[in-house]
């Protein structure tokens, strides 16, 4: 469990970095949108070839109606992700056609960990007294309201199709 210091408390407020290096808020991705799914990724993992496969089928299915995907590179379980934001790009483009938003290598534990995983761990399943659990491997996923409730937490084995019913009750 974690405990952090400065939280965010407005999730549109929050900055992220793309993967191309601009930086904009949670609220810009937010806009316009009807549902978000949040994910930690990572190009070496048994079941990065699953997850990414259903991420982009879910995104070019449901996009138009409101869904965003944003995905979040993630290098703290066991080196899964060493290569450049410009490496990865090029590879999740080419091995799996991904058009969803990506973003900028982060934390999501530890002393580094990114805002938006301290606001997303800190306001789901895996806060606990005002501590957080932390997140146990990548392709966590978080499905989240474009006003930053925290809908529902999904452990990374738990496959991207196992969401659709709740993206489905939201869009």
């Known amino acids: 469990m974690e405990t952090f210091k400065d939280v965010p408390n407005d999730f549109a407020k929050i900055a992220v970095t793309d993967i191309l290096g601009k930086t904009n808020t949670m609220g ?7 549902l978000l799914l949040i994910v930690n990724v990572a190009s070496s993992w048994g079941l990065t070839q699953t997850n990414y496969k259903q991420l982009q089928a879910i995104y070019s299915k449901y996009s138009e109606r409101g869904l965003e995907i944003l995905g979040f590179p993630c290098n703290q379980f066991m080196n899964q992700e060493s290569g450049s934001e410009a490496e990865i790009k090029d590879w999740v ?3 799996f056609g991904v058009t969803f938003l990506m973003f900028s290598k982060i934390m999501v534990n530890g002393s580094k960990t990114h805002d938006l995983y301290k606001y997303l761990r800190l306001n789901s399943e895996l806060a606990e007294n005002g501590k957080a659990k932390e997140i146990p491997w990548n392709f966590s996923k978080f ?3 474009p006003d930053g409730k925290v809908l529902k937490y999904y452990a ?3 496959e991207p199709n196992t ?5 489905e009750q939201y869009l």
Do not use: F, G
Request: net charge positive; proline share 10%.
């Open 156 to 158: 990374p084995k738990e």
């Open 143 to 145: 499905v989240v309201t």
């Open 28 to 34: 810009n991705y937010a806009q316009n949108k009807k």
């Open 163 to 167: 969401i659709i019913p709740l993206i």
């Open 93 to 95: 483009v080419k091995e």
